[in-house]
């Protein structure tokens, strides 16, 4: 009887086994007929994933389709466009770090030799090639009936290198070149066969002056009280904005300058209620009959030549929104970039400048172009690409005369603006020997005279005292923190400062 029982009790148990095993085989088969049906994903099957709208995004335009063989759908160009732009990409990457990584997804066996050979050569010399292409002008010459090869010259090709000898930077090319290219439909993508330079120039953008419409510039930085270094967020009160403006022109002045986060903003792919909030500000200041000079690029500091062709797509995208505004003064390229000399490199942080300058006159011509460096010394840098000089000036006041002076012998002709200055009037337990509010007041009756006496034009920093300042500003530490709080010449409730009866010059 036990026997007979322990018996049935193994058959039970290799009944069930037998089942769980063939549940999971028949799970498993089951999942490969769903995969294999599913359809492949390139970004899965290829040894690299190109995230394009994230990484690369130059100028790109078709002429208009007039090509040999066999007429050309919208989708397929478009798959070429896309595949022709990753295989520029992952060359970019293969010449700055000198590895084959991912070519063979991009790259014919035949065209990758000819790859392989410029890295194995470069390799071998130490030498690496940082790039980028800014546009790309194609028209495709024919198309075959078989629709496997395309064959398309790439004009007015706008490319950028910095080539290097170990850790040195040797030599940097801006030149605009012309391709003659084949691409092959390979396993449902399209590689890159032929890629010949035909001809190359030097590229030097024309130098479009457009001088500043005024030359009695009062204005001083803005940001709502509440909501500093965050302007366009979901506190966006326009009345709020409205009332600021009417303080400021009540005060006298004329302007005020305001910031354009890079990454707050979208970085290359804008969003849609951040530019229409920046409208929105502009609009209230032509109102206010106040001249707006804005500043882009706020808080970027990576300058990175992949990074160029997204740099140049959020400003594309920022300045053809508003460059037909009433109260648009000008464009400030960027905030202090002279500080990131040290971290970034003086050479790359002037190379970026250099070619955001002429991407914003690319897009418009009619407005006058400056760089808000943070002290006197820098601000004659660029100054031939710059139709104003801006600076802010911190320092001690006994010496901003002479180096204004200094300034204007450099820069001959150009107007320049002092376009943040000020005194914080914080003495509290993080510095008990700070300055007061008297003091401040003090520091504004001077500087004023100074302008007045020197013809300076000037935009101080700033409206209102803060009761929190973001740590991505001046850091963390209490001592920088409380300092930034109290610059404004209204107290954090709502009261004006004794430096405010000194808020603009007396003219």
Do not use: C
């Not at 000198?98 to 194995?120: F, P, Q, V, W």
């Not at 139709?387 to 012998?409: C, I, R």
């Not at 150009?414 to 008297?438: D, M, R, V």
């Amino acid at each position: 009887m036990s026997s007979s029982m322990n018996k049935n009790i193994l058959r039970g148990v290799i009944l069930l086994i037998y089942i769980v095993i063939m549940s999971l085989i028949i799970y498993g088969i089951a999942a490969i007929f769903t995969y294999l049906n599913t359809g492949a994903d390139r970004s899965k099957m290829l040894h690299t994933e190109i995230k394009q709208v994230d990484q690369y995004l130059p100028e790109f335009n078709w002429s208009p389709l007039t090509n040999e063989g066999r007429s050309m759908d919208q989708q397929t160009l478009r798959s070429i466009e896309n595949d022709y732009l990753d295989a520029w990409y992952v060359k970019h990457i293969s010449f700055k770090s000198n590895t084959k990584i991912g070519l063979d997804d991009y790259y014919t066996e035949s065209a990758r030799l000819n790859l392989y050979g410029i890295i194995d050569q470069n390799k071998e010399n130490t030498t690496s090639i940082e790039g980028t292409s800014l546009s790309h002008n194609p028209n495709l010459e024919f198309f075959s009936e078989d629709g496997q090869m395309a064959v398309l010259t790439d004009k007015d090709v706008i490319e950028y290198k910095r080539i290097f000898k170990g850790e040195k930077l040797i030599t940097e090319i801006n030149e605009k070149s012309t391709y003659k290219v084949i691409l092959l439909l390979e396993d449902g993508f399209w590689r890159i066969r032929h890629l010949v330079k035909t001809s190359s120039e030097f590229y030097y953008p024309k130098k479009k002056e457009k001088p500043l419409s005024t030359s009695n510039i009062k204005g001083i930085n803005y940001y709502p009280q509440n909501t500093p270094w965050d302007m366009y967020g979901d506190n966006f009160d326009a009345s709020i904005i409205s009332n600021d403006f009417e303080i400021i022109k009540n005060a006298g002045l004329n302007s005020i300058r305001i910031f354009v986060p890079y990454e707050d903003f979208g970085k290359s792919n804008i969003k849609a209620d951040k530019l229409e909030k920046l409208s929105t500000v502009l609009d209230i200041a032509e109102r206010k009959d106040l001249k707006v000079l804005v500043t882009l690029f706020d808080f970027y500091g990576d300058y990175s030549v992949l990074d160029w062709t997204l740099n140049q797509r959020h400003a594309k995208i920022v300045v053809n929104h508003i460059k037909n505004h009433e109260a648009l003064m000008g464009w400030d390229i960027k905030n202090e970039p002279n500080l990131d000399f040290e971290s970034r490199g003086k050479e790359l942080v002037n190379t970026w400048l250099d070619k955001m300058i002429d991407v914003v006159k690319l897009y418009d011509p009619n407005h006058p172009v400056t760089i808000g460096w943070s002290n006197v010394e820098s601000a004659n840098i660029l100054v031939d690409k710059l139709d104003f000089v801006t600076f802010h000036y911190y320092e001690d006041l006994e010496k901003l005369s002479e180096s204004y002076k200094v300034l204007k012998s450099k820069i001959k002709d150009k107007p320049a603006i002092i376009t943040e200055f000020g005194l914080s009037s914080y003495n509290g337990i993080w510095n008990p020997t700070g300055h007061s509010e008297k003091d401040q007041a003090d520091y504004h009756q001077k500087i004023q005279a100074i302008f007045s006496e020197n013809k300076i034009q000037f935009m101080s920093w700033t409206l209102y005292d803060f009761t929190e300042i973001p740590k991505e500003v001046v850091g963390g530490l209490p001592w920088r923190q409380n300092a930034q709080k109290y610059f404004g010449f209204i107290n954090e409730n709502g009261v004006k400062k004794a430096s405010y009866k000194y808020i603009s010059s007396k003219e």
